[in-house]
């Protein structure tokens, strides 16, 4: 009976989560996934919104006239935007790693991944703190206001993605990713480069675009 | 006969092979205790947790009304003070909208999808109970404002500011308002993307989309609309959050802040929120109506894409809430025109429902009495609705209590009554007994009644130009007549509310000496009615394979050779009988309880003392963590495979059996050994 008509465990490793029936052919912790991120873009939709109505808003001074792109450093956060592209790439040798098989590399690509959004975050509190010493702090203007949410939250969701990568690091230490959980670093990376393609936007619109 | 007549591939497992995980994170075993209902998972009990909770706060919401109607009786009330008639009416809007009526939809989107797309249960059953235990951990935090937090919110369930900042409102209540709803809010994002998956991946064979219930279908776009709007309205929150707690500058005019932001903010959620409170009503109607016509529904299709382009076009209409704050003539032109066009498939939806019952066998039992009050009430709500189109018209009227009348006979004529036919027309099914037809229909007239008595004089004061959100009126400017009558109507409603109530003790009690519903008590049409009343545990014996839309009348009913319908079927012979034992189920948890539990205290933390959110957080983290780690199913029993996926569920319920595809047969739920 059950083994007649249900697929025995090991068939289920080799076939691995996609294989799984579904009405549409996608799992569900997948299509979860893009739902989610789909809200997501509503979120950062709302927040790109309010500080590009923001980004020129000064106080009424005498000390909180300084808004961010007045003191900005495009060259420094060029480069952290490009460790955190980067970073995509080392997320899809990840999920390659685990589809071969070859355990020891995926855990390198995932903890490189880990790392390079680590190095992303540093530079940001960095960047946050440098703003600080030079007078425009989250409470100053409008403008500032609208930059430390927009980036933190950002960051935020960087931070979260480097708190999962490494949760996949711990688990493959432990020798519980194996090739029948690609489908698991898949999700995990489909947020990750959606957290990376979310800055480049933001990147655009706070760096790139110029403010009269 | 569709079912294939297969032997459920039910397995005992083999324990010896399962790895006994740590004590703490054994999974509870099921049973009929209170215990049971704090871990379940199943999404029949969630739906009745959901439905119980929801009554609870429409009583609180009704008695904030029943003050404020007592306060507006006569000119010059002395009930309320201002301050407090404030917080009353905010409190009243906030709790019906986000703590009785969505949650009453979601109640029934909870027991129904799953039942009505073949399905075991919903694809996520643990992030179902954290939807409800988060929603009603928010709820809960909110609603305490009043004991901590120095009163409630006190400024309009839209909350506009500046009146919304520290220099307005510097009680702790608008801080519960932001940080409940946000709660509220995590709750409902987390429902509506298990829900959409549930609907899109768990579908019966055969039941393709354009098969599915219009309620199904309604309830789909519904939480489409609650995925995409409600982070927007997370933002507003957000930004205010921050103003009020961090200091921030977003709203403060002083230093440039943009007032108008909040408005586009707050009703880009706000206008599609209506359509999410609307859309279970309209679904709930499309069931009910065919049924009572013995007709099926007219024009399926045109119900279904008109209910998706009023998800669509929802977005494109929020301005016309906003013709007086100044957003310049073309906007304005614009969101009239767009306003004027919304109108267009409501109106079909409409002409549908009056289509199916044109030429039809009524029969007017509480349920079909409910729906076609709906279908009368939002009638009348929608009219006035087109009027606020006309932007003229509508800056005459804006603030005034005829926007009050407008969007009452909507949410209440259109949204309230559909869901209480909805109780009544799905009650057999929940509680296996069927609600008192004759004290059903005492409570639909009483209410009918009341709802009229209250909110159709307000049409007349608001035009004589009586602004709302205000605490008293003078006498002689001809308002105190109609707002007797008002208040006098809002008492009948109430009495009809108990009537309700009664009427659920007596159908209960009486239960035991009439006859069972049985599977089917309204000879109805869609799947969820197969099933024996009330539900199993386990939802379907096997899951059916779906033929047609209606599947369900179809088993029941044929043609002749004239194409006359005939009876094919008995429901006894058509209906399954429940009687599979060992159907493996998703494990309950204690997880999400623990989880939601955590928020309120992060919560309390940002307001009072951050520490406490520090100890809210650890909770959080503990919970996310300990159910990741929890085994995917009670190591004594049937084991599936697991993967460490931590931020998301893994127990996929009815789906994840990897069954052969061309074997029908499913026996839900994981993978034997």
Redo the contacts between chains.
């Keep these: 009976m059950a083994t007649a008509t249900i697929d025995s465990p090991d068939t289920h490793a080799a076939d691995g989560h996609d294989e799984h029936h579904t009405s549409t052919g996608i799992s569900n912790t997948k299509l979860a996934m893009w739902a989610f991120l789909g809200s997501e873009c509503l979120l950062f939709g709302g927040l790109i919104s309010t500080y590009l109505l923001y980004k020129t808003r000064r106080g009424p001074g005498p000390d909180n006239t300084t808004i961010p792109t007045d003191i900005f450093d495009i060259p420094f956060t060029s480069v952290s935007s490009f460790v955190l592209l980067m970073s995509s790439l080392t997320m899809v040798l990840a999920l390659s790693a685990l589809t071969r098989g070859d355990n020891q590399a995926t855990r390198a690509w995932l903890l490189s991944t880990a790392m390079l959004g680590g190095v992303f975050i540093g530079g940001q509190v960095y960047e946050f703190t440098s703003f600080l010493r030079e007078g425009v702090g989250f409470t100053h203007n409008p403008a500032s206001s609208a930059f430390f949410t927009l980036t933190g939250f950002h960051g935020v969701h960087v931070s979260l993605g480097i708190v999962m990568l490494m949760s996949l690091f711990v688990a493959s230490k432990q020798g519980k990713l194996t090739p029948k959980n690609t489908e698991t670093v898949e999700i995990v990376g489909l947020y990750w480069h959606f957290v990376d393609v979310v800055w480049i936007f933001i990147f655009t619109v706070i760096y790139l675009i110029p403010v009269e | 006969m569709a079912i294939t007549e ?2 459920l ?3 005992s497992g083999e324990a010896a092979t399962v790895e006994r995980p740590l004590g703490a994170l054994t999974r509870p075993k099921g049973g009929n205790g209170w215990r049971d209902w704090l871990s379940t998972v199943d999404h029949k009990k969630i739906g009745i947790m959901y439905g119980v909770a929801a009554m609870f706060f429409f009583v609180v919401g009704g008695i904030e009304a029943l003050l404020i109607r007592l306060q507006l009786a006569a000119p010059d009330g002395q009930i309320l003070s201002a301050e407090v008639y404030n917080q009353v009416f905010t409190m009243h809007g906030v709790t019906m909208v986000f703590l009785f009526i969505m949650p009453l939809a979601a109640a029934f989107a909870n027991y129904l999808i799953p039942l009505q797309i073949g399905a075991r249960d919903v ?2 059953p643990r992030l179902n109970a954290l939807s409800f235990w988060i929603w009603i951990s928010g709820a809960v935090f909110l609603n305490t404002s009043w004991i901590v937090g120095g009163g409630g919110a006190d400024c309009g369930w839209f909350c506009y500011s500046p009146n919304s900042g520290l220099a307005f409102s510097p009680s702790h209540g608008v801080d519960f308002y932001v940080i409940g709803l946000q709660i509220a809010g995590v709750a409902s ?1 987390i429902s ?3 829900l ?2 549930t609907v ?4 019966a064979p055969g ?1 393709t989309l354009f098969r599915m219930p219009v309620l199904t279908w309604m309830l789909l776009v519904t939480q489409f609309l609650l ?6 309205i ?3 929150l ?2 205010l959050m ?1 103003d009020r707690l ?5 709203f403060n005019p ?5 007032p108008l ?1 909040w408005q586009h ?1 707050f009703w ?1 959620f706000g206008h599609p929120e209506v359509y999410i409170i609307i859309l279970p009503s309209f679904g709930i109607i499309s069931e009910i109506i065919p049924t009572f016509s013995r007709k099926p529904i007219f024009g399926y299709s045109f119900m279904v894409f008109s209910g998706i382009a009023i998800g669509f076009m929802g977005w494109g209409v929020w301005a016309h809430h906003m013709f007086v704050s100044g957003i310049g003539p073309f906007s304005v032109a614009a969101f009239s025109l767009s306003t004027m066009f919304i109108a267009v498939p409501t109106g079909v939806k409409i002409l549908n429902w009056l289509a199916t019952m044109w030429g039809g066998k009524l029969r007017f039992t509480t349920a079909m009495l409910f729906a076609v009050g709906t279908v009368a009430m939002f009638t009348i709500g929608g009219l006035s609705g087109v009027t606020h189109s006309l932007a003229p018209a509508d800056s005459q009227q804006t603030d005034t209590y005829y926007i009050v009348a407008h969007f009452h006979y909507v949410i209440f004529g259109g949204g309230v009554l559909g869901l209480m036919g909805g109780l009544y027309f799905w009650w057999p099914k929940i509680f296996g007994h069927c609600l008192n037809e004759f004290w059903g229909k005492v409570h639909f007239w009483v209410i009918l009644v009341g709802f009229n008595l209250t909110f159709g004089p307000m049409h007349v004061v608001g035009l004589q130009g009586m602004s709302r959100r205000i605490d008293t009126y003078a006498a002689g400017y001809g308002f105190e007549f109609w707002n007797l009558v008002a208040t006098i109507g809002s008492f009948i409603i109430a009495l009809g509310v108990l009537i309700f109530f009664f009427n659920v003790w007596k159908s209960r009690r009486d239960a035991a000496d009439l006859p069972a519903p049985g599977p089917d008590p309204w000879d109805a049409r869609s799947l969820e009615w197969m099933l024996p009343s009330p539900t199993p545990e386990h939802n379907f014996d096997t899951i059916p394979v779906v033929e047609s839309e209606d599947e369900w009348w179809h088993r029941k009913y044929g043609y002749d050779e004239n194409k006359r319908v005939v009876r094919i079927a008995t429901i006894e012979e058509a209906a399954q009988d429940g009687s599979a034992t060992g159907v493996h189920l998703p494990a309950p948890s204690f997880w999400p309880l623990v989880l939601a539990l955590g928020l309120p205290l992060i919560g309390y933390g940002l307001i009072f003392n951050l520490w406490l959110a520090v100890v809210g957080g650890a909770l959080t983290g503990l919970a996310i963590y300990s159910w ?1 780690l929890e085994p995917v199913d009670d190591p004594d029993a049937d084991h599936g ?1 697991g ?8 127990d ?1 319920g009815g ?7 061309s ?1 029908p ?1 499913t ?1 839900g739920a994981e ?3």
């Design positions: 297969e032997p591939a039910l397995t694809a996520f994002l509506a993307a298990n959409i998956v899109l991946n768990m579908r039941m995925l995409f709007a409600l982070p927007v997370t933002v507003a957000f930004l921050f961090f200091d921030a500058q977003f002083e230093t440039g802040g943009d932001l903010l880009i990741a495979h993967h460490d996926d931590h931020h998301d569920d893994d996929d789906d994840d059996h990897a069954a052969d595809d074997e047969v026996a993978g034997g050994e």
